[in-house]
């Protein structure tokens, strides 16, 4: 089953501000595609890179700003798409993930199957 793994950091103040290195994300990187469970990944651009769309439900119009949530004190980092046999392992993987460990979360979600 796939399972997506939403990579969030904590931004609220005082918040630890990571002690990974791009190596530790490149050993779980490594360690997943060892694994054979890696689908894909991507780790997004800085936050202020980000645009938010909406659009009026009654009129139709768009309405477009710069960057994600006034209040969000977590940002999504990026993503990883593992298939695995269950839930179980899904978790395995999140908590092995260097995000997990800085002080963000790692939120895990099934990928629908239509």
């Known amino acids: 089953m796939k399972y ?4 969030n950091a904590d931004t609220s103040p005082g ?3 990571g002690c990974s290195g791009p190596e530790d994300w490149m050993e779980y990187e490594k360690a997943m595609k060892d694994a054979g469970v890696f689908v894909s990944g991507h780790a997004l ?3 202020t890179t980000a645009t938010a769309v909406r659009v ?4 139709g119009a768009r309405t477009v700003t710069d960057g994600p949530y006034a209040e969000a004190h977590e940002v999504l980092g990026g993503y990883d798409v593992i298939d695995v046999p ?3 392992s899904a978790l395995d993987w999140a908590a092995r993930c260097p995000a997990s460990m800085d002080g963000g979360a ?5 990928i629908a199957e239509f």
């Open 45 to 47: 651009a800085d936050l």
């Open 4 to 7: 997506m793994l939403l990579i």
């Open 56 to 59: 009026d439900p009654a009129t």
């Open 15 to 17: 918040a630890p501000a």
């Open 86 to 88: 269950d839930l179980d």
């Open 106 to 110: 790692v939120i895990v979600r099934p």
